[in-house]
């Protein structure tokens, strides 16, 4: 059966019912040399990349301040960080999740880690009460205005769960985060690649569309590479030990590396997890 989607010539013509403009006569060009199944992650036409993706039934999960997380699935606020679990510390006594949405990846590493204590910190009243059913100690709101109020080097380990990108100042954050973390405490940030095929390519061909969730998420206020992540965290007092990387794991991005020999492979990153340590000297 033919994919709704379909490619730019035979999806986006019909519905827009206008002659192409210069762009689209590169689409049209480019399209047969791409594959079908990365044509149709690129040539949506306007606005029907949202329909496909909602589910009706889960998108008020949550009913938020904002207009923008109203829109959101129950789910977006419900996911465990499995990777991220996996990097902190066996045994430590503090752990703070700051964006813990309603609290289950802090919950879980608890249970596995051994941690006495799990604070929270959520802009989002739905979901921060969701946490404080689970965490010792949840403060419901935004990090950017709110003062936490931890005594200085409370915490052995600080988690930023897809977070940072969401804030007007991320800088900012870090810097107010700091202080807060043991000199030999982890920092453990997860952060969308910019740097990818999906928006690179949608920024190509003049499709750039703002979607409900993952790198085009239209409440994302700030975007990055792994440079300028590097940038930010030693420019606000952190040292990187490691950087791991998720790779988006969809057939067009697999294709991709395989028909690149490994070329795009880096553009295929669809996150970083960064674990950093407070520098000694800042």
Not at 30 to 37: A, G, H, N, Q, V
Not at 86 to 95: A, N, Y
Request: hydrophobic content about 40%; aromatic content about 8%; some cysteine.
């Amino acid at each position: 059966m033919r994919s709704t989607r379909g490619s730019f010539v035979t999806g986006c013509f019909p519905v827009c019912g206008r002659p192409p403009y210069p762009e689209d006569r590169v689409a049209q060009i480019c399209t047969p040399l791409l594959s079908r199944e990365i044509a149709s992650h690129i040539f949506i036409p306007p606005g029907r990349a949202l329909q496909q993706e909602r589910r009706e039934e889960n998108i008020r999960g949550f009913g938020m301040n904002n207009p923008l997380y109203d829109q959101k699935e129950k789910a977006y606020f419900s996911v465990t960080r499995e990777e991220l679990i996996s990097l902190v510390p066996e045994g430590i006594e503090r752990l703070l999740d700051v964006g813990c949405a309603d609290g289950s990846t802090a919950l879980a590493a608890k249970q596995r880690k051994n941690i006495r204590e799990v604070a929270g910190i959520e802009f989002h009243p739905p979901a921060a009460a969701a946490a404080k059913e689970k965490l010792d100690l949840v403060l419901q709101g935004d990090i950017e205005s709110l003062e936490p109020g931890f005594p200085e080097s409370h915490f052995d380990c600080i988690i930023c769960a897809d977070v940072l990108e969401h804030t007007k100042d991320p800088w900012a954050v870090l810097r107010k985060l700091r202080p807060f973390l043991r000199a030999d405490g982890l920092l453990i940030a997860s952060i969308p690649n910019f740097r990818h095929l999906h928006p690179l390519l949608k920024i190509l061909f003049n499709r750039f569309e703002y979607m409900e969730s993952g790198l085009l998420d239209k409440t994302h206020l700030r975007i990055f590479t792994l440079h300028t992540i590097r940038k930010m965290f030693e420019d606000e007092g952190f040292r990187i030990v490691d950087v791991r990387r998720i790779y988006s794991s969809k057939l067009p991005f697999r294709l991709a590396r395989i028909a690149s020999l490994g070329l795009l492979r880096p553009l295929t990153v669809y996150q970083f997890i960064i674990v950093s340590r407070k520098k000694e000297r800042w």
